[in-house]
């Protein structure tokens, strides 16, 4: 069992950066890919990014490719993503999940946070 929680969202101007974090409760969460998505008014959830267990392996989708980074710290149970260069079309809600193997599918994702939002102002 993990239990995620986000934070970090906010408003910021197009070109700006943003860090959002996700917290993780449990002792399992080192043995789970951590994953990204995000969902904004009138489309489906898409794949953002994804961590693997060791940090070692990054996953990310070509919208976002090179503009975001995502990484992880077993230690403290976080995963963060570093979004930079923001464009109008990065505005959404952003989940943090959990996968017992990397995935671009949500149905993979056993946990799930509850959401941050981030607005980008052109």
């Known amino acids: 069992q993990v239990q995620l929680v986000e934070s970090g969202g906010g408003l910021v101007q197009a070109g700006g950066s943003l860090r959002l974090s996700c917290a993780a409760a449990g002792r399992s969460f080192k043995t789970y890919v951590m994953g990204w998505f995000r969902q904004s008014p009138g489309k489906e959830r898409e794949f953002v990014a994804a961590?693997?267990?060791?940090?070692?392996?990054?996953y990310y989708s070509d919208s976002v490719k090179g503009r975001f980074t995502i990484s992880r710290d077993n230690v403290k149970n976080t995963v963060d993503l570093q979004m930079d260069s923001l464009a109008p079309e990065d505005a959404a809600v952003y989940y943090c999940?959990?996968?017992?193997?990397?995935?671009?599918?949500?149905?993979?994702?056993?946990?799930w946070g509850q959401g941050t939002q981030v607005t980008v102002a052109a």
């Open positions: 999940a959990a996968a017992p193997y990397y995935s671009r599918y949500e149905s993979t994702y056993d946990y």
């Open positions: 961590v693997s267990w060791s940090g070692h392996s990054t």
